[in-house]
């Protein structure tokens, strides 16, 4: 078993998004800041509705995926297609554009907490112009399993190997084969998982901090996402206040990556043909 250890730290930046929601990047807050097939991730958290409040009105993709998961509030999707999902605590959507998609994102809420996260996960250049589909996940559908030692996992994609059993969840068989889980672990505990040697990962935490790696143990706080080295398996550790972190791993594409804006496509040409197609109203057809 080769372990992982934490290869760099990406400290999230405050930044804006929408119609000025207000939240936090790590992975895409720069071209050099992302992890393929990973593009960017982003962590919304505030008490404050006027943080929240203007969502994220009609606009357009192309060429990836976006996966939305909800820890606290409700959201509401519409898109082109007619297909209108509701996000609550505890919900994940996972949201293929393919060739084109418009859509919006609103809050349901006038108060409270609004958290949760959104990760860009690229398509391959032989996927980039299939059909756009979504997939609402309730809660109720994300297997929860307890940890040795306290603590407990969410397993939204990939498969969870504890104690010499296997709890998939519900996301699977995309080609990137990705995994997803949501962990929490109390005081001094720790979380130890295979990873597949051909797969990047990182780990995102968002309560409390932790400690990666066994050899050579390295920090990373709170809010940081800590892309990790090669190997097949990765330890994490709380501190004194105990943490939650999602740790996401997936098969690189090795492809070109050409974004504007909400367009991530392989050539200029691809991305040009992207913006003519949206300004054209093609973009979906």
């Known amino acids: 078993m080769v372990q992982r250890e934490l290869r760099q730290v990406i400290a999230s930046r405050e930044t804006s998004d929408g119609?000025?929601?207000?939240?936090?990047?790590?992975?895409?807050?720069?071209?050099?800041?992302?992890?393929?097939p990973f593009l960017m991730l982003d962590e919304f958290g505030t008490d404050n509705p006027q943080d929240y409040i203007a969502g994220f009105p009609a606009h357009p993709h192309r060429g990836f995926e976006t996966v939305t998961y909800m820890l606290d509030g409700h959201m509401l999707h519409e898109d082109h297609?007619?297909?209108?999902?509701?996000?609550?605590?505890?919900?994940?959507?996972?949201?293929?554009?393919?060739?084109g998609i418009i859509h919006s994102e609103m809050p349901q809420q006038l108060e409270g907490r609004m958290r949760g996260f959104q990760l860009w996960l690229n398509l391959p250049a032989a996927e980039k112009m299939k059909p756009a589909a979504y997939r609402d996940i309730p809660a109720a559908s994300i297997p929860q399993v307890d940890l040795p030692g306290g603590g407990r996992a969410k397993v939204i994609a990939g498969t969870l190997h504890v104690d010499g059993r296997g709890t998939p969840g519900p996301m699977q068989g995309l080609t990137t084969a990705p995994l997803y889980f949501d962990i929490e672990l109390p005081p001094g505990g720790a979380f130890t998982h295979d990873l597949a040697s051909s797969h990047n990962a990182f780990l995102y935490v968002y309560e409390g901090d932790v400690v990666v790696g066994d050899a050579s143990p390295r920090a990373l706080p709170r809010r940081s996402a800590g892309v990790l080295s090669a190997g097949d398996a990765v330890i994490v550790r709380a501190r004194e206040a105990g943490a939650r972190f999602i740790l996401l791993a997936a098969r690189p594409l090795g492809e070109p990556v050409v974004q504007y804006g909400p367009f991530v496509m392989n050539t200029r040409e691809e991305i040009e043909r992207a913006v003519a197609d949206y300004q054209s109203g093609k973009l979906t057809a």
């Open 19 to 36: 119609a000025g929601v207000k939240l936090r990047r790590s992975l895409g807050q720069s071209p050099q800041a992302r992890l393929d």
């Open 81 to 99: 297609l007619g297909n209108r999902g509701d996000l609550k605590s505890g919900d994940v959507q996972w949201m293929t554009a393919g060739r």
